[in-house]
């Protein structure tokens, strides 16, 4: 089957859509250019087909050329036969075509090679053509140098038979599908490991079939037996039905005791070492492919989160004995300020943290508080509570408080792009400023960071980082794509990730903005250095020129598409800024109508949506979550109550939940709706604002169980599937899952985001540096003479600093 007919079978589209999306590919085009505005030719293939269309099409690119090496190799050996020919043109799998190449692998010379040089193939063949006979008698013409006596003899021509068995295409292939799907892997405890691998708890007596184990279990067992806790079994199930299944596709009688003996030999010594090898390979293949499909999921939805938008923001980087780091941003995000208090232990200054905070309030005009939700997050947002209602005492207006998972901040404080950007300021303080501006825009600001410094995957470790790099910039692209870019206002990472902007050309980009001034025009772009004809068309539409004269080049309409507006513009008998946004004519226009050779249904479809909101932005409206007043930690906790909070994290087993006690809750799987959920991004993403209910608390190892479903009785929800001896695999994580490590998820977020690992099988806090620190006590920040008391001195201060005035 040709590559484009096996690619469209797969996704169940049309050939002709897939051949065009591959000339389309072959041709240069970027996938999110293709998926915007290439749909008559793909038939309307979003960006994920495409991606998969892309990389399918690399996968059997490889396979063919994997074939033709293959194909050489053994012509050059004599042995292709038109029938071998024909068997490998016909693979379609590495693995197949793999296993019918290995019998003519150049490989060291085995007893089996041995064995036939010495004219032992002709022993193997008469003991499976006489069954009957004595094995001793057959051998006794045979003894020579190498093999001395009758025992050797039959030793030799074992291995011939054997040999046959492992260089059987079909029949390894059969073994392998029969071990995958019927097969069970079992995990034990290393002995003496029981303490030192606590972590690992779940799976110490843990048994479940290989066909259902989930991604994130596969990858906590590989992990827990490459830390030398968990020694894990392949079990293939009964012995007797492979033996069986091999003495069946080689016609061996098994009456006779050689024969069976070498089956036997054959299934445990060969093929259960190599199957195994294969099911492992496949077991890691596919959680892999699960980690990375859950670590893109969330990444898009990280990266499409609300924007604040252009709003005044003062962002905090909590901290205990090095302060309270502060950045304001202007509604463009300039920094126009900055400032470090020290309101927590050991200093305690908490009174003049909330004077200096107000102040920077008052003279900036600050209307959100980003609160980075690293270790002292809660005392700071604490802290930014009173501080925003001081100013709304003295007649201001009140700033809103928001946490903000500051995940990567770190990283980015210390990297050469922060370096350019900020060369004269502190590395603590860059990331109070990546603080307020992710708040502003998530996208725009998270671009800068490396996207495995986000937080947001699972295993991500421990899974192929060249596959993870490609899929997660795919993401990215996608993502910064399908929101549109003003090329006025974009930083140099931002204009990276525009289809067709290669990052030469992004600097281009911003040193043409700085030494010219604001583009005017979407066709003043082609003046730029190296932006190309090429890059021109892939680029314009996603690059948006806000108050442009003509409207259109701040709308997703891209320039080729132009003359299609003006024939629509025509027709209505309205100029085109008087056609932007008028709902009434446009909703009875028929696309049809306007439609041609070059720009059919689906794109003038799009054409009249962009028309009536030019520039829509498809991010969801900016909200936050309330915390519920005194409850700060996990005792304050009470099963049944109904708290509202923000979903860091979705793995495949649940979500976890920030309700703001330092520790997140896991909503399992079984928890989140009256319904059969497969996968939980079907129900809740990542930054989104949620009720849950309270249906267990344990203190002792800082595990919340919560539910979305409302209704529940505490007890009755969260735990998760058990596996075939009773072991919870993966219920009750209370963590944020940023790198799920050991017995289910152990939060492991490198660079300055929350770390949470979660031990033995629960959710045992253990935050180190950039995380939430539940050690060395719970330090409000304040004493009883620091609290202010209704009129008092700090509200003059801040009447001072400008307020009420």
Not at 618 to 626: D, I, M, S, W, Y
Request: negative net charge; charged residues 25%; hydrophobic residues 40%.
């Amino acid at each position: 089957m040709a590559p484009a007919a096996l690619i469209a079978a797969e996704l169940g589209v049309a050939v002709s859509n897939v051949e065009a999306a591959l000339a389309l590919l072959a041709e240069g085009n970027t996938v999110p250019f293709i998926a915007r505005y290439r749909k008559e030719a793909t038939g309307g293939l979003d960006d994920t087909q495409l991606r998969t269309i892309e990389e399918r099409a690399t996968y059997l690119r490889e396979l063919e050329e994997r074939k033709q090496t293959i194909l050489a190799a053994i012509e050059e050996q004599g042995k292709l036969t038109e029938q071998l020919r024909a068997q490998i043109l016909a693979c379609e799998t590495k693995a197949r075509l793999e296993d019918i190449y290995l019998p003519y692998k150049k490989r060291r010379k085995t007893k089996a090679d041995i064995a036939r040089e010495a004219g032992l193939e002709e022993v193997t063949d008469a003991l499976i053509a006489h069954p009957e006979a004595d094995p001793a008698k057959l051998a006794t013409g045979h003894v020579s140098e190498g093999f001395p006596d009758v025992k050797a003899v039959l030793e030799g021509a074992r291995a011939i038979l054997i040999d046959r068995f492992a260089l059987d295409a079909d029949l390894v292939g059969q073994v392998r599908e029969e071990m995958f799907s019927t097969g069970t892997m079992r995990a034990s405890v290393v002995a003496g490991q029981e303490q030192a691998g606590a972590k690992f708890k779940d799976y110490f007596e843990f048994a479940e079939d290989f066909a259902s184990l989930p991604s994130h279990r596969i990858l906590a067992l590989l992990r827990g037996e490459s830390e030398g806790v968990l020694s894990l079994q392949l079990d293939a199930g009964e012995d007797e039905d492979y033996e069986a299944m091999i003495a069946h596709r080689f016609d061996l009688d098994r009456r006779s005791q050689w024969l069976a003996d070498a089956v036997r030999w054959g299934w445990r010594t060969k093929l259960y070492v190599s199957s195994s090898l294969d099911v492992r390979m496949r077991l890691k293949e596919i959680a892999e492919a699960g980690a990375l499909e859950v670590f893109a999921t969330n990444l898009r939805d990280v990266l499409l989160a609300a924007p604040a938008g252009q709003r005044a923001t003062l962002g905090l980087d909590p901290g205990y004995r090095n302060g309270v780091k502060c950045a304001v941003v202007d509604g463009t995000g300039k920094v126009v300020d900055t400032a470090i208090v020290y309101p927590h232990q050991p200093q305690n200054r908490w009174k003049d943290a909330v004077q200096s905070l107000a102040r920077l309030c008052a003279t900036h005009g600050v209307d959100l508080l980003a609160v980075g939700n690293g270790t002292a997050s809660r005392e700071t947002d604490k802290l930014a509570a009173e501080v925003a209602d001081l100013v709304a005492q003295a007649g201001g207006k009140r700033p809103t408080p928001v946490v903000v998972s500051e995940s990567g901040a770190s990283v980015y404080s210390a990297s050469q792009l922060a370096a350019e950007e900020f060369p004269n300021m502190d590395v603590s303080l860059r990331g109070a400023v990546s603080i307020a501006r992710r708040l502003q825009d998530p996208l725009a600001e998270l671009v800068k960071i490396d996207p495995k410094a986000i937080g947001v995957g699972q295993y991500q470790h421990d899974i192929n980082q060249t596959a993870l790099a490609r899929t997660l910039d795919g993401v990215v692209e996608d993502a910064v794509n399908g929101v549109g870019v003003d090329v006025n206002t974009a930083s140099v990472p931002l204009l990276e990730r525009v289809a067709g902007v290669t990052p030469t050309v992004a600097a281009n980009i911003v040193a043409y903005r700085d030494e010219h001034g604001s583009f005017a025009t979407r066709k003043e772009l082609t003046k730029v250095p190296r932006l190309g004809p090429k890059a021109f068309e892939q680029a314009a539409g996603f690059l948006r020129i806000t108050g442009a004269a003509d409207p259109l080049d701040g709308s997703a309409v891209h320039p080729e598409a132009y003359p299609v507006v003006a024939r629509i513009a025509q027709s209505t008998g309205l100029g085109v800024a008087e056609l932007i946004g008028n709902t009434r004519v446009l909703s009875a226009l028929r696309p049809a109508d306007f439609a041609d050779e070059t720009f059919g249904v689906p794109t003038v479809t799009d054409i009249i949506a962009e028309l009536d909101k030019p520039g829509r932005d498809p991010r969801p409206e900016f909200k936050t979550a309330t915390f519920k007043e005194g409850v700060h930690k996990v005792s304050d906790l009470v099963p049944g109550m109904i708290l509202e909070g923000t979903v860091t994290n979705v793995a495949a087993f649940g979500a976890f939940v920030d309700v703001g006690v330092h520790q997140d809750g896991l909503v399992h799987v079984s928890a989140m709706s009256e319904k059969f959920v497969e996968d939980p991004h079907q129900v809740v993403r990542s930054g989104q604002v949620v009720k849950v209910k309270v249906m267990d608390v344990d203190v002792e190892r800082q595990r919340i169980g919560l539910s979305l479903r409302l209704n529940d009785e505490p007890g009755q929800s969260g735990d998760a599937p058990r596996n075939r001896n009773s072991h919870s695999a993966d219920a009750r994580r209370g963590s944020s899952s940023h790198d799920s490590r050991g017995a289910g998820d152990r939060a492991d977020t490198r660079g300055g985001g929350r770390r949470v690992e979660n031990r033995g099988a629960g959710s045992h806090s253990d935050n180190r540096g950039g995380g939430r620190n539940n050690r060395g006590g719970r330090n409000t920040g304040r004493r009883e003479q620091d609290r202010p008391q209704g009129g008092g001195s700090l509200a003059e201060a801040l009447r001072n600093a400008g307020f009420g005035r």
